[in-house]
């Protein structure tokens, strides 16, 4: 597997689906735009102006802080394993209905292995940078698996960390690369919206959703078609079975 093949490959399921996966974009993260803005003007309560733990205010900015957390992993959760289910059906065939995806999520376990990897990204690049672009690169499958496999959290991150193994360079040039041009485009889209749109909600709204809607193909086509080569490398098939559907 060679990272250049897989940049080529998004690009070009970027384009023969683009509509498909706008549209996506739009059902998931406007909705989901309009309540990261209204957390993020929340958060901008400073805790300290409040007495205590007792404080209305406080109980609301604690409240705004899970809600757009949730919210966003949601969000990604959602939209990846629409893609996964996508993609796991062939270049021909016809995407799934929007509601077809809901029934299929396995929520629960997707937000779980979201929460696990983020986590381990985090503190891995507290601790020199590195050891977190190297556990992202491990476990940046997981997500793809649970949807394409049906496995538990554990199995999934195991499963991604076998994956990768030997093919390591490849995965991590193309998952860690469009990570960090995705951060940064999606900061310059929120100064750029705040610019244009001086509601501070309605400026937050529209720039995340403009930036989920049009960077988040980048990562879920990519990670996606990574793990669809590296299984039929293995001599894997394709396709979605009937029983990993709706675990």
């Known amino acids: 597997?060679?990272?250049?093949?897989?940049?080529?490959?998004?690009?070009?399921?970027?384009?023969?689906?683009?509509?498909?996966l706008l549209l996506l974009g739009v059902a998931v993260f406007v909705p989901l735009g309009l309540l990261d803005g209204v957390a993020d003007r929340i958060q901008?309560?400073?805790?300290?102006?409040?007495?205590?733990?007792?404080?209305?205010?406080?109980?609301?900015?604690?409240?705004?802080?899970?809600?757009?957390?949730?919210?966003?992993?949601?969000g990604e959760i959602f939209y990846s394993g629409a893609v996964a289910i996508a993609l796991a059906r062939g270049e021909e065939a016809e995407p799934p209905a929007l509601l077809e995806v809901a029934r299929h999520l396995s929520y629960g376990r997707l937000i779980l292995?979201?929460?696990v990897v983020a986590a381990g990204?985090?503190?891995?690049?507290?601790?020199?940078?590195?050891?977190?672009l190297v556990f992202l690169t491990w476990f940046s499958l997981a997500g793809p698996i649970i949807e394409l496999?049906?496995?538990?959290?554990?199995?999934?991150?195991?499963?991604?960390r076998q994956l990768v193994r030997g093919h390591f360079w490849p995965v991590f040039?193309?998952?860690?690369?469009?990570?960090?041009?995705?951060?940064?485009?999606?900061?310059?889209?929120?100064?750029t919206f705040h610019g244009l749109i001086h509601n501070p909600i309605l400026g937050d709204w529209a720039g995340e959703a403009v930036t989920g809607i049009l960077l988040s193909p980048l990562y879920a086509v990519s990670v996606v078609l990574i793990t669809l080569q590296l299984r039929a490398t293995a001599g894997e098939p394709r396709r979605l079975s009937d029983s990993n559907h709706g675990q």
Do not use: C, H
């Not at 900015?61 to 757009?68: E, M």
């Not at 990204?121 to 977190?132: C, D, H, M, N, S």
């Not at 496995?151 to 195991?158: D, M, Q």
């Open 149 to 160: 496999e049906g496995t538990p959290v554990r199995a999934a991150l195991k499963r991604s």
């Open 113 to 115: 292995v979201d929460l």
């Open 1 to 20: 597997m060679r990272a250049r093949d897989i940049y080529v490959r998004t690009a070009r399921t970027y384009w023969r689906r683009g509509g498909y």
């Open 121 to 132: 990204t985090a503190i891995g690049l507290l601790a020199l940078v590195v050891p977190g």
């Open 44 to 74: 901008e309560i400073r805790i300290e102006n409040f007495s205590g733990f007792t404080d209305l205010g406080t109980y609301a900015l604690l409240a705004a802080i899970v809600v757009q957390a949730v919210t966003s992993l949601l």
């Open 173 to 191: 040039a193309v998952v860690v690369p469009i990570s960090i041009v995705s951060e940064v485009l999606s900061t310059t889209s929120l100064d």
